[in-house]
């Protein structure tokens, strides 16, 4: 077998040159979007002492020595968001930021250890202006990239359309024909009712699979695959269990404030109506360790100084988009490396 060239290798970086062009104009065009619009350009800081407290998100620890020489030990962050949050209760209103993330377990057509996250905030503003955020976003991109239709893996879609919205309930009973608000409540979850209901379409539910690991197969298997397809999708109302940092619905508390972006089905971007209840916060994140320690056998801190902070955060809501898939499908990229300027090594 012959191996594969380096990224470095002439021929290779000319042929991905075109992708890498297009991903500094789609960035100038989403910069003067934001500009445009009264935001305010912020950097966070990189290293942190949690990487958040996701069960399934993975992050890259060091160590910071101090002029002791006392360790401590620090993580690459997975995301912006608390930073961006303590900002916000310093007084921001609204603020974006182009941050190079990590992510470790990720690896993949549309997954790389390092990437970036536009992520963005309106304090005092409801999800649903990210929404529009979001569709203008779109458009954005294709007139920078000088196309009017993105594409991933045969599908298309155009960009330029009026996104759709669905629900979680909508989307589970259409494509997966499951009832999904009958296995949640304000303050638990079914798990037998919903694995019987998935048992009986045919996806595989194993003895110790967890509510949410159900409903991520469901997601997965039955959904994912046909979002986004012809025009965008916009995925809202989430069970509030499967929306770690997002406020109930004040419509249904079943469900919360979130919702995610797809195109080709692809998701493109994740945002929440924010949650600012610092025990409320505290206890979910604790719920998700828990869980991280049962599936992974590890935990990360929690970010005491991040909790202080959301006792003094106004309401206001955030988006983050995955800024390289976005570029891959409106250049017509195959494969996320192809618009990362370096990648990191195999």
Same mark, same amino acid.
């Given at each position: 077998m012959t191996e594969a060239s380096p990224w470095w290798s002439p021929h290779v970086h000319a042929d991905r040159r075109p992708f890498l062009a297009a991903r500094g104009r789609i960035k100038a065009a989403l910069r003067q979007f934001f500009w445009a619009d009264g935001f305010t350009e912020v950097e966070g800081g990189i290293l942190q002492r949690s990487p958040g407290n996701e069960a399934h998100l993975h992050g890259f620890a060091t160590e910071k020595l101090g002029p002791d020489g006392q360790a401590e030990r620090l993580y690459l962050r997975t995301s912006p968001e608390f930073a961006c949050k303590k900002l916000l209760a310093a007084g921001e209103k609204r603020i974006f930021d182009f941050a190079r993330v990590f992510r470790n377990r990720e690896r993949g057509a549309l997954h790389h250890p390092e990437f970036t996250m536009l992520e963005w905030y309106r304090a005092g503003e409801t999800y649903e202006a990210l929404m529009t955020d979001c569709t203008a976003l779109l458009r954005l991109a294709a007139e920078a990239a000088g196309t009017k239709s993105f594409s991933w893996r045969g599908l298309a879609a155009d960009p330029l359309a009026e996104p759709e919205r669905v629900t979680l309930a909508e989307a589970?009973?259409?494509?997966?024909?499951?009832?999904?608000?009958?296995?949640?409540?304000?303050?638990?979850?079914?798990?037998?009712?919903?694995?019987?209901?998935?048992?009986?379409?045919?996806?595989?539910?194993?003895?110790?699979?967890?509510?949410?690991?159900?409903?991520?197969?469901?997601?997965?298997?039955?959904?994912?695959?046909?979002?986004?397809?012809?025009?965008?999708?916009? !995925?809202?109302?989430?069970?509030?269990?499967?929306?770690? #940092?997002?406020?109930?619905?004040?419509?249904?508390?079943?469900?919360?404030?979130?919702?995610?972006?797809?195109?080709?089905?692809?998701? #493109?971007?994740?945002?929440?109506?924010?949650?600012? *209840?610092?025990?409320?916060?505290?206890?979910?994140?604790?719920?998700?360790?828990?869980?991280?320690?049962?599936?992974?056998?590890?935990?990360?801190?929690?970010?005491?100084?991040?909790?202080?902070? !959301?006792? =003094?955060?106004?309401?206001?809501?955030? =988006?983050? !988009?995955?800024? *390289?898939? !976005?570029?891959?499908?409106?250049?017509?990229?195959?494969?996320?490396?192809?618009?990362?300027?370096?990648?990191?090594?195999?």
């Open positions: 589970f009973d259409r494509y997966a024909g499951i009832d999904l608000l009958a296995a949640v409540s304000p303050d638990a979850t079914d798990r037998d009712a919903l694995a019987a209901s998935a048992n009986a379409r045919g996806i595989r539910v194993a003895a110790d699979d967890t509510w949410a690991d159900v409903f991520s197969r469901v997601l997965v298997e039955k959904i994912e695959p046909k979002l986004g397809i012809g025009r965008a999708t916009i !995925l809202c109302e989430y069970p509030v269990s499967e929306a770690a #940092l997002a406020r109930p619905s004040p419509r249904d508390p079943r469900v919360a404030e979130r919702f995610e972006l797809y195109v080709c089905g692809v998701e #493109l971007a994740n945002a929440f109506g924010e949650l600012t *209840d610092p025990a409320e916060q505290r206890r979910r994140f604790i719920a998700e360790m828990d869980e991280k320690e049962r599936v992974y056998g590890e935990r990360y801190p929690i970010d005491e100084d991040f909790i202080a902070a !959301l006792g =003094s955060m106004p309401q206001a809501s955030g =988006s983050a !988009l995955g800024f *390289d898939r !976005l570029v891959m499908l409106a250049a017509g990229a195959t494969d996320i490396e192809q618009v990362i300027w370096t990648p990191v090594v195999r």
